[in-house]
């Protein structure tokens, strides 16, 4: 059977035109999270150097003593800036919940990566179909199932076997 046909679409090639949607609709979404991962990696980056700024206000010699009136900028792309002040009133920056934040993406963009393919991988004759039928709890458990009839049935059957043939040798 051709996956663009079956016997419900009598013929309309359902199937082909809700792969493509599918597709579109995946390709869309990971076009922008991939967007997304890149403005995060870019505030990531401008925080980092934001908190090196912060840290290295009060190192001394061997390092220049940071004048604690120069000014410092943290952008934010929501607000405009999280913060516009002078290095010695400048307040420190969560970084941990960018760096959620950036996971977060990286998971989105790999999954919207594994999506991309779904509509073939999953359908009868796909990969992943096809590995799902020859894997899955169920397949096995059936297996092991149908294993132990076939063994039942051959100790009862052999048995049975046994003494017919030796009441017909007799008889």
Same mark, same amino acid.
Not at 42 to 54: N, V
Not at 94 to 100: K, S, Y
Not at 140 to 157: A, F, G, P, R
């Given at each position: 059977?051709?996956?663009? @046909?079956?016997?419900?679409?009598?013929?309309?090639?359902?199937?082909?035109?809700?792969?493509?949607?599918?597709?579109?609709?995946?390709?869309?979404?990971?076009?922008?999270?991939?967007?997304?991962?890149?403005?995060?990696?870019?505030?990531?980056?401008?925080?980092?150097?934001?908190?090196?700024?912060?840290?290295?206000?009060? $190192?001394?010699?061997? $390092?220049?003593? %940071?004048?604690?009136?120069?000014?410092?900028?943290?952008?934010?792309?929501?607000?405009?800036? $999280?913060?516009?002040?002078?290095?010695?009133?400048?307040?420190?920056?969560?970084?941990?919940?960018?760096?959620?934040?950036?996971?977060?993406?990286?998971?989105?963009?790999?999954?919207? =990566?594994?999506?991309?393919?779904?509509?073939?991988? $999953?359908?009868?004759?796909?990969?992943?179909? @096809?590995?799902?039928?020859? %894997?899955?709890?169920?397949?096995?458990?059936?297996?092991?199932?149908?294993?132990?009839?076939?063994? =039942?049935?051959?100790?009862?059957?052999?048995?049975?076997?046994?003494?017919?043939?030796?009441?017909?040798?007799?008889?």
């Amino acid at each position: 059977m051709v996956l663009d @046909e079956c016997e419900m679409c009598h013929g309309l090639r359902c199937h082909a035109m809700l792969k493509r949607n599918m597709n579109t609709c995946v390709q869309n979404r990971l076009k922008d999270m991939r967007v997304e991962l890149q403005r995060v990696q870019r505030h990531l980056h401008k925080a980092y150097w934001y908190q090196f700024e912060l840290t290295c206000k009060n $190192w001394k010699e061997p $390092w220049h003593e %940071s004048l604690l009136d120069s000014q410092i900028a943290m952008p934010n792309n929501v607000l405009g800036y $999280w913060f516009i002040g002078s290095i010695g009133d400048a307040p420190k920056l969560p970084v941990a919940i960018l760096e959620i934040e950036l996971r977060e993406c990286r998971r989105a963009v790999a999954a919207l =990566e594994e999506a991309s393919t779904a509509a073939t991988d $999953w359908a009868p004759g796909g990969q992943k179909y @096809e590995r799902l039928l020859r %894997s899955s709890t169920m397949v096995e458990l059936y297996d092991s199932w149908h294993t132990k009839s076939k063994q =039942e049935v051959v100790k009862h059957v052999a048995p049975a076997a046994n003494t017919s043939s030796s009441s017909t040798v007799l008889g």
